[in-house]
């Protein structure tokens, strides 16, 4: 039986969810000139979200051509060198100079930020527009519903919900998992502008972390699998800290609860799009497999998706030719980088991390280190 539509809203792209894909989607058709633009969240914003907010410079890379570097750089916590500690318990300190590589910028204020970047763009924002499905048309994706009644129909639908999120994508066999749980402490000592990552054996292949998000504050966390279900993660964190942290949060104070949050990804990137339909960011497991990076995968197959879009609606590309090229676009731009981090993973089961932080400053080691942690 047909649902009542309580309201009906047409747009040229209708996105669901306004992380990073969503908003660089929207902020980068705004720069394209498309202007009917529609972007819903269940949220209203700023919001939090679960993540450690660390920014590698190709999201950087991708703020700037956004055109909305300058705001976040402001508000970012800048990053300049990184201490490992490996498997074995050797410790390294790599410095990059005062020059900022990366950042660390909360998700409230970075989502935000792209939000209302987007919306500056003519983006209309709709929060608190739960989207229950995609609506289906004559073989074609032609918008969203919620539970409401409200339509959002569209000649194009980006669907950018992250990992939870089953509207509009089908659940694929390549799907992979990364477990994560977290918290944030005032008044952990760290050395400035240093992000730490911790190999130990209680998470590899993943890693435990340390990001600073300004000068008081840090979050810490750990990535790990368990892909039969088989461990606790709250037991699991606190042997983390107890082990790595509990000298340094002596004195420091928790703020809030911890949280826990899974991370998607595939090796496989395909099955992002379908008529009138494109998959973006985490909803196209599109994240990093060994880092769980996906701030900036999210925003640039976002940006490539608006891309495609612009093209389609201009008449200057038809919608297969352009969806095609997407598609091509995402496996070129990420393919090589999840193999990389494939390979990182294995590696980290082997003593190489060892071996390599052991040979500590030999120029050759310090080089092959750079570039792989480039390539990841
Ligand atoms: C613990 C943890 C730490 C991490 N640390 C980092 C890090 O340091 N750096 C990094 O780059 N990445 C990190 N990640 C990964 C990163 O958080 C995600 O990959 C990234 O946020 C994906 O962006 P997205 O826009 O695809 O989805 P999201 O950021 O998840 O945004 C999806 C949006 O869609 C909305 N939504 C969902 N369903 C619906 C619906 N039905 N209707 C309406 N709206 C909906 C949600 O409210 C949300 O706002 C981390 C992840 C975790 C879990």
Known sequence: MQKNVSER???????????????????????????????????DFPRDKTCGSGLSPKAIQALKELGIWDDVAALAYPINGIRIVTPGGKESFQSAGTEAQAMVCHRRVLDHALLKRAQERGTRFIPHFNATQTIEENGRTAGFIDREGREVRAKFTFVAGGSHCRVGVQPRPTRKVIQAIMGWWDGVPFTPHHVEMIFDDMVVPYYGWLFPEGGERVNIGITYEDDNHEKNAREL???????????????????????????????????????????????????HPATAEGIYQGMRSGMMAAEAAADILAFRKSEAEAMGEYEARCKRTFQASFLAGRAFRRALKTPMLDWMVGLGNHKLVKSTTARLMAAI
């Open 9 to 43: 809203i047409e747009a040229d792209v209708a996105i669901v969810g306004a992380g990073p894909a969503g908003t660089a989607a929207a902020a980068r058709l705004g720069q394209l000139g498309v202007k009917n633009v529609v972007l819903v969240d269940r949220a």
């Open 237 to 287: 964190f606190q042997r983390f800290l107890d082990k790595h942290y509990a000298v340094r949060l002596r004195g420091a104070t928790q703020v809030g609860g911890w949280k826990g949050h899974p991370v998607m990804y595939s090796y496989d990137i395909s099955d992002l799009t379908a008529p009138g339909k494109f998959i973006i960011g985490e909803s196209g497991l599109m994240t």
